[in-house]
């Protein structure tokens, strides 16, 4: 089975920071991969498909990229809504693995 | 308007079954593959099944194969998770998920809690 991993697991960024998030996958997905907010207590908001289709009403500041096993997303100017837990997870096919998140917090 | 709702967590023992069901309204449900996915406290998701539009394909996890079932019922526009001999690390919300990508819709999810 594919694996997901991101990294970092949690980082502390500022406002008005720009942060990258990466998600690898142990094998080739082309581009089939999604990324979700998630807060707490929340259910997951889905924020891209395709690796780097932006999803309606999803603000521009988002961006993802990547292809194949190396995958970013891009948050061009934090906000403070955007601290959050982030995950990608492939939608190829079964089984559909999420990463394990990465925690953005306030520095 | 688009909406999926859980039913069937609680409290039960080690070893003991449970059945949660997913009902859902505002599309065609028949048309869809519909997925559970879980998020125990304080952790991350984690795909549990998936079931095809025909029901001629359903896929589980490593970690519920052979416990976990996963159906639906196209008349009832009704998903479900036959949960057999449940450890305490199945517990967890549990949600309902249409498809994925960009026709992708979560349920609030029920709580599964597996405790003696």
């Known amino acids: 089975d594919i694996q997901m991993t991101q990294s970092p697991s949690s980082l502390s960024a500022s406002i008005g920071d720009r942060v990258t998030i990466t998600c690898r996958a142990s094998q080739a997905i082309s581009t089939h991969l999604v990324w979700y907010q998630q807060k707490p207590g929340k259910t997951p908001k889905l924020l891209i498909t395709?690796?780097?289709t932006l999803q309606s009403g999803v603000p521009s500041r988002f961006s993802g990229s990547g292809s194949g096993t190396e995958f970013t997303l891009t948050i061009s100017s934090l906000q403070p809504e955007d601290f959050a837990t982030y995950y990608c997870?492939?939608?190829?096919?079964?089984?559909?693995?999420f990463g394990p998140g990465t925690r953005v917090d306030l520095k | 308007e688009v909406q999926l709702v859980e039913s069937g967590g609680g409290l039960v023992k080690p070893g003991e079954s449970l059945r949660l069901s997913c009902e859902v309204s505002?599309?065609?449900?028949?048309?869809?593959?519909m997925n559970w996915v879980r998020q125990a406290p304080g952790k991350g998701l984690e795909w549990v099944s998936t079931?095809?539009?025909?029901?001629?394909?359903?896929y589980h996890a490593d970690s519920v194969k052979g416990r976990f079932t996963v159906s639906r019922d196209d008349a009832k526009n009704s998903l479900y998770l036959q949960m057999n001999d449940l450890k305490a690390e199945d517990t967890a919300v549990y949600h309902c998920?249409?498809?994925w990508g960009y026709g992708v819709y979560w349920g609030p999810g029920t709580l599964v809690t597996v405790s003696s």
């Open positions: 395709a690796a780097s």
């Open positions: 079931i095809n539009p025909e029901s001629t394909y359903t």
């Open positions: 997870q492939k939608y190829n096919s079964a089984p559909f693995t």
């Open positions: 505002g599309f065609i449900f028949s048309d869809y593959a």
């Open positions: 998920v249409r498809d």
